[in-house]
């Protein structure tokens, strides 16, 4: 059983700054590809961008250039800086990571989510 839990979401206004943090907790033999996932209200969820366990990043379009993905392997975390944000990255952002078992096969979890608000 793993366990994500996100943090660092707010309020900012157009142009400000939050950072995301994501930690990972449980039952770990290793954790693969780690990654941030966004949903405004009456929308689907969408990829924001994804790091893997060698650093590889992806980044939607929309967030290209503003936002940046990392990970510390050692805390089991991963964080998603927001720069230059924008009334339209309003939404929930979950963190996902894919992890491998001590039995070989690899489990998708979801963190609850957090609130992320852009307006002035």
């Known amino acids: 059983q793993v366990k994500l839990e996100e943090s660092g979401g707010g309020l900012a206004q157009p142009g400000g700054s939050l950072r995301l943090s994501c930690a990972a907790s449980g039952n770990i033999f290793r954790i693969n590809t780690m990654g941030w996932y966004r949903q405004a209200p009456g929308e689907q969820r969408e990829l924001v961008a994804t790091?893997?366990?060698?650093?590889?990043?992806n980044y939607a379009d929309s967030v290209k250039g503003r936002f940046t993905i990392s990970r510390d392997n050692a805390k089991n975390t991963v964080y998603l800086q927001m720069n230059s944000l924008k009334p339209e990255d309003t939404a929930v952002y979950y963190c996902?990571?894919?992890?491998?078992?001590?039995?070989?096969?690899?489990?998708?979890?979801w963190g609850q989510g957090t609130q992320v608000t852009v307006s002035s």
């Open positions: 790091i893997t366990s060698g650093g590889r990043t």
């Open positions: 996902k990571s894919n992890c491998l078992a001590s039995n070989g096969y690899e489990y998708v979890y």
